[in-house]
């Protein structure tokens, strides 16, 4: 920060955030293979925690929040890991909104300010923890009878100054010690991230997320299992679930005949797994791996050594997939917001925004709104859910979701849907570049530190900038707005396992990126004088 200039209130907390639970950075270069290794060690404990329940929850009652965003909440309904990333990436978005909004005043290129910046993300995603939670486990993550039974005499035995500091007894006691064990599992997966960025390879968001949907893809092809007797009718009550078994068992076990009509629609569209939903998860697929391996290369020279030449690669979808994570994590506030808002006898009371229809309705027992503005940006499943019911108004009727709900609302639907995620990814792709020394002027200082400059130029950072505002701003728009489309695309037509089509872009995305990440350490393991251009030491 320049002398003089008014720092930012931030710092009073330092003595604070500075103190916080914290992964160190290795003080020299990590092997490649300690990297992997880590990576694996990490990757083997978050599934492990997927497995570890909550203790005292009532699995049977309990109700998901996050059911659309499963997928890429990267966690699992009733463990540990509830909340998933929830908490890290909307502390992200709070932190990037203000700064991008000049309400927080760090400068990023600033060592001592990225620092306050850092430790106070850390500050928000403990209080979006408490924020996430707390709601759920007051309102519908309930404990189980027995749990509160056993721990009812506890807290009545524990008084201060004869009064007991637990209101409402055993079951007050056991929603705090559900919400403990959701703090520490949220906050461990946060630990688990940093140890992947600072001692591993890549990021440890994206590899729970990878890893969730590369889970859900599978089970959606290749499970074996059949639908309850309850949900079967048709040819096709006694298929398998999952894709693959299902078109063999129509090959072996259903006539020609038995298909006519519904069947082949049952095959092609129906849910669970239709087929157009595996053609679906190839398309975007291959899509996104063509749109990765495109890129502008600014071609280098090294200013001492002749003849020494490189090229900097400046990617179609420059901001990554982080944008789209970003817009689904704020979603699925908002998702569990309004049903809160809805539901919960106490919040149906909050002036102005408690029980109104506007900002979304639901039916008991479902956590899918039926209506109002979070229907509108609600995940669609399928041509199932929109393309069908346009068409023919009776095919919703059986959804609880869906019904009540004219043709052109559907269209509605798609159209507020695609533009919530496009223009979010945008405006969340400009922000990320700048927060992580992604934009004009902080590649330009890493070009010219490594001793190479672009010929034809002088060697000068701001002539280097100049050069790279040329790309830079117009690709990381267009990067935002094509990973938001490819997006909403695989939403619309379906997924295999329900990944979601930001759950499917993002594991394609990042196992892309992940790959070529092992080849750029390999490179740096071969060629260490690489490790200063990509800003490691030692």
Known sequence: MADGEKKSLLYKLKPFTDRLPAITKPEGHVHFRTKMLWVILILFLYFIMTNVYIYGL??????????????????????????????????????QL??????INLDLQDDEDKAVYQSTQKFIVIVMIFVEAVPQVFGYLDPSALFVHNLGAAADRVSIFGI??????????????????????????????EIVSKW??????????????????????????????????????????GTIPKIVYVLFHVSAGQMSGSGFEALMLGNPNPVIALVGTVVIF?????????????????????????????????????PVILVAALLANVSMFTYLLWTNP??????????????????????LPTGGLAWYVSNINGLTDWLLP??????????????????????????????VYVLGSIVFAKFWIETTNMGPAAVAEQIEGSGMQIPGFRRDPRVMKRVLERYIPSVTILSGALVGF???????????????????????????????????????EMHPMLRQFFGEKG
């Open 486 to 524: 490819l997006a909403v695309g695989a939403d619309l037509i379906g997924t295999v396992g329900n990944a979601t089509g930001v759950g499917l872009l993002l594991a394609t995305g990042i196992m892309i990126q992940f790959y070529d990440a092992i080849g750029q350490e390999q490179m740096m």
């Open 346 to 367: 106490t919040m149906q009371k909050i002036p102005l925004i408690g029980h109104q229809a506007i900002l979304g309705t639901y039916t008991s027992g479902s956590t």
């Open 286 to 322: 291959l899509i996104v791996a063509w749109t990765e391996s495109t890129r502008i290369e600014l071609p280098l020279a090294h200013e001492t050594a002749k003849g020494a030449r490189g090229r900097y690669p400046i990617k179609l979808i420059y901001a990554s997939n982080i």
């Open 200 to 241: 591993g390879i890549g990021s440890g968001i994206s590899l729970f997320i990878a890893a969730g949907v590369s889970q859900q893809i599978f089970t959606g092809l290749f499970n074996t299992a059949t639908l309850p007797s309850s949900q079967a009718t048709g040819p096709l009550a006694l298929a398998p679930v």
């Open 390 to 419: 346009m068409i023919n108004p009776s095919v919703g009727s059986s959804s609880t979701q869906l019904a009540g709900h004219a043709p052109y609302e559907f269209g509605m639907w798609v159209l507020a849907f695609t533009l």
């Open 164 to 193: 007991s500091p637990f209101y409402g007894g055993g079951r007050t006691l056991s929603q705090l010690i559900i919400i403990a064990q959701l703090f520490i599992g949220s906050y461990l997966i946060f630990l688990m991230d």
């Open 98 to 103: 203000f700064t991008g909004a000049k309400i």
């Open 58 to 95: 009532d699995q049977g009652t309990q109700i998901d929040l996050f059911q659309q965003y499963r997928a890429i909440i990267a966690g699992q309904s009733g463990s540990i890991l509830q909340l998933g990333i929830g908490p890290i990436v909307t502390g992200s978005i709070v932190m």
